[in-house]
């Protein structure tokens, strides 16, 4: 029995040190895989607060670009005048249209560059009034192109018009020029301010 009671003490102390150094073998697991886990998240934020921190400043960036292009197109825009002449009328199978002389002039001592069509480049200028058409053109190439009026230029454009309801009376209207500055004769500035509608340049008002 004395054997026995040896060998069962023996057994369980044999058994309890190795749960033990099993116990402390996970817990120092768990602590290793904490530690690992801290440094993931440590790691992952980093990276996160610097791409957020590459996004805020490249946002700041395009505001500050965004508002000098549109205070250089002010600047521009008041530079400028559009001045419509009083139009003449004639008729070609049987629609009347209005023909007149659109005059842009550079009224500032610098040149202003702008993009245009290199045939319709009517599509930058519109009417106050929906019914009021732009009759344009065939063109058998047509691409953006770059013009640039000197300082005090005047240039003349001949523009023919006509009124899409017959029955509609229209007495007055203006006409608008979309002045899209072409300063860094950087392409995307043009579809850019075109889809914001920038800067529209109004002549006087002119009767038809």
């Not at 040149?111 to 058409?133: A, T």
């Not at 072409?182 to 301010?193: E, G, L, P, S, V």
Request: aromatic letters at 12%; one cysteine or more.
């Amino acid at each position: 029995m004395s054997i026995n009671k040896k060998l069962n003490k023996d057994f369980f102390s044999v058994k309890k040190k190795h749960q033990l150094q099993k116990k402390n073998k996970l817990t120092f697991l768990k602590v290793i895989r904490n530690i690992f886990i801290t440094f993931l998240l440590i790691y992952l934020f980093n990276i996160f607060r610097n791409v957020l921190s590459e996004r805020i400043e490249k946002n700041k960036s395009n505001d500050v670009d965004k508002e000098l292009l549109n205070t250089s197109c002010q600047s521009q825009q008041n530079d400028l005048k559009l001045t419509a002449k009083k139009y003449e009328i004639i008729e070609e199978n049987g629609q009347k249209y209005y023909v007149g002389t659109i005059i842009l002039e550079n009224k500032s001592n610098k040149k202003i560059e702008y993009f245009s069509w290199s045939c319709s480049w009517y599509w930058l200028y519109v009417i106050d009034n929906k019914n009021v058409k732009i009759k344009g053109s065939p063109c058998d190439k047509n691409f953006l192109i770059v013009k640039t009026i000197l300082p005090n230029e005047i240039r003349k454009s001949k523009i023919k018009l006509f009124i899409d309801e017959k029955d509609i009376k229209i007495k007055k209207i203006r006409i608008g020029f979309n002045f899209i500055d072409a300063k860094n004769k950087n392409r995307d500035d043009f579809f850019t301010q075109k889809v914001n509608l920038n800067k529209i340049i109004w002549s006087n008002r002119i009767s038809l």
